[in-house]
C-alpha cells in the first residue's frame, strides 16, 4: 500500500487514524487537568471560581469530542470504544491491518 495518495487528500484509514491519535490527546489532557480539580473538590479546596472555566473546559472537549470522534466517510458518530475495523453504518473500513 502506497502511504502517500496522489490527490493529497488522506485514506479513510489514515484519517480515522489522525482522529484517533486527537481524541487520545483530548483525553489525556482532560485526565492531566481533571486529576487535580477532582483532588480539589474532595479536599473541598475548589475555588467557586473555577467552576465556570472547568464546565465550560468540560463542555468544550464534549463538543470537540462529538465534532473529532466520527466516521471520516460517513460522518457517523462512534462510540466508547477506541479501536473500529469497520465504521458504525458498517460501509468503510477504518482499520487496515
Ligand atoms: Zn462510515
Known amino acids: 500500500m502506497n502511504p502517500v495518495q496522489p490527490t493529497g487528500k488522506p485514506s479513510v484509514?489514515?484519517?480515522?487514524?489522525?482522529?484517533?491519535?486527537?481524541?487520545?490527546?483530548?483525553?489525556?489532557?482532560?485526565?492531566?487537568?481533571?486529576?487535580?480539580?477532582?483532588?480539589?473538590?474532595?479536599?473541598?479546596?475548589?475555588?467557586?471560581?473555577?467552576?465556570?472555566?472547568?464546565v465550560v473546559l468540560i463542555l468544550g472537549a464534549m463538543v470537540y469530542s462529538l465534532k473529532n470522534w466520527r466516521c471520516p466517510a460517513c460522518q457517523k458518530v462512534l462510540g466508547r470504544s477506541w479501536n473500529y475495523q469497520i465504521c458504525p453504518a458498517g460501509k468503510e473500513t477504518l482499520e487496515n491491518r
Open 13 to 54: 484509514p489514515e484519517e480515522f487514524r489522525a482522529r484517533q491519535r486527537r481524541q487520545k490527546i483530548l483525553a489525556f489532557g482532560l485526565f492531566v487537568v481533571m486529576t487535580p480539580v477532582l483532588v480539589a473538590i474532595k479536599l473541598r479546596r475548589l475555588s467557586i471560581s473555577w467552576v465556570i472555566p472547568i
